[in-house]
C-alpha cells in the first residue's frame, strides 16, 4: 500500500509542478493558456515516466 501510495503522489506532484510552471509562464509572456497546457502535459508525461520506472524497480527489503 505504501508502494501504491507513493507512485501516486509522485504522478500527481509532477502534474501540478508542470502546471504551475505553465502558469508563471503564461503570467510572465501573457501567452495565456498555451503555457500551462504544455507544461500540463510535460509533466503528467514526467511523472508517467517516473512512475514506470518506480514501479518496475524490485521492491526494497526492509527485513535486514
Known sequence: MARGLRLSSELIASVLVGA??????????????????????????????????SASAPPERTDR
Open 20 to 53: 504551475a510552471i505553465g502558469w508563471g509562464i503564461d503570467r510572465l509572456l501573457s501567452t495565456s493558456p498555451f503555457g500551462l497546457i504544455v507544461f500540463f502535459l510535460l509533466g503528467f508525461a514526467a511523472g508517467v515516466v517516473n512512475v514506470v520506472r
